[in-house]
């Protein structure tokens, strides 16, 4: 199940109810916004230089940063689940289709997150790092986007 369903079932049922549904859309709205920048802002990140989708080496890496199988074999299966229009390259409605099925950003980078927080011994505070980055003038929509890809320890070494 995607992350923004209970939001989106939130908003459903106050439209449905009669009652003042602004709220829960407004939130629905925002956090829509947020997962397309970090969907974008990933699919960028595995993407070759000059590049408007992602080919075999590209998901090959991709699939080893994450975590997931990476093997030839493994990549061929990916690219036919994902590649809908038999280009043999994932573009970015390929892509964002792929990682809602997943259950969203937050999913699929879940598996590097474990392996970060694995190999991360620092204890550094979440709350304290979070309000020094603002601070540093790194607002709370970016940290998330980068808090996908980049561990506490790093953000405090930065």
């Known amino acids: ?11 459903r049922i106050a ?5 003042d549904a602004k709220d ?6 925002k956090k829509l916004d947020t997962e397309k ?37 493994d990549i061929q299966q990916l690219t036919r689940k994902v590649d809908r229009d038999g280009s043999g390259r994932v573009d970015i409605t390929e892509f964002e289709k792929y990682v809602a099925g997943m259950g969203g950003s937050m999913a699929l980078f879940q598996e590097r997150r474990k392996r970060i927080s694995k190999s991360s011994s620092d204890g550094v505070e979440s709350e304290h790092l979070r309000l ?12 998330a986007a980068w808090r996908l890809v980049v561990p506490d320890s790093e953000f405090s070494a930065a």
Do not use: W
Request: proline share 1%.
């Open 37 to 73: 920048t970090m969907l974008h802002a990933a699919f960028k990140r595995f993407c070759s230089d000059g590049q408007d989708s992602l080919g075999f080496d590209d998901l090959r890496r991709m699939n080893d940063y994450l975590g997931f199988p990476s093997g030839r074999n």
């Open 132 to 143: 020094a980055l603002i601070q540093a003038g790194i607002g709370e929509d970016a940290q």
């Open 1 to 11: 199940q995607h992350m923004l369903y209970g939001l989106a079932e939130a908003a």
């Open 15 to 19: 439209v449905e109810s009669g009652d």
């Open 24 to 29: 829960a859309v407004d939130i629905l709205e």
